[in-house]
């Protein structure tokens, strides 16, 4: 168990909706990373938040969004959904901005179909 | 270009020997940092090693050594004694930049699929 939390674990919903992925770090770690992993693409990063601010931006589609709370807990929201955004979506933290390791949590499969 | 590159995409290996997982990568960074991960059938991301560019020595982490060659740009994974549980998808990747400045992103490769034969 990495300390990393998310949730749900995994999500079916249509095209065209719209859906929330929740992630907890580890305690104490500041920074929090979201990849996206599937078959087309591999493992992707998406976006990087280091307490409350955004740090760094990947390959993350205007319909994504995501933000990180006073408590450090982060969310994803994909928007618009489409069927190529299905994927395993991870959530990863790190102790400080530059991240030594970072700890993946079990991950969100989302389904659109 | 590929930043990391993962040349096998499958690897069979008997019970108790040892497997090497290659691993190549490509920055025009000084300092970085290599990672290898483990992801089993059933989904999570496992950290295995790590290992800094200016590291002298190759990391170790019980079973797990990284096999650092820096001119080469190579960072193979060996595991020895190998077990069944060994047994899932292995993801070398790199950190780019000094890891104590924002954006600490991973850039992961392709991955390699281990079988570990009884």
Redesign the interface.
Known sequence: D?GVTQTPKHLITATGQRVTLRCSPRSGDL?V?W?QQSLDQ????LI?Y?NGEE??K?NILERFSAQQFPDLHSELNLSSLELGDSA?Y?C?S?E????????????T?LTVT | AQKITQTQPGMFVQEKEAVTLDCTYDTSDQSY?L?W?KQPSS?????LI?QGSYDEQNATEGRYSLNFQKARKSANLVISASQLGDSAMY?C?M?EG???????????G??TQLTVNP
């Open positions: 990495s920074s990373y990849y591999g493992l992707q990063f990087q280091y740090r760094a990947g395993l991870f990863a790190s400080r901005v530059g991240g030594y390791e970072q700890y993946f949590g079990p991950g499969r | 940092g990672f991960y989904g999570e991301m496992i950290f790590y993801f990747a950190r000094r890891r104590e400045t924002s954006g600490s992103r991973l850039t992961f392709e991955g």
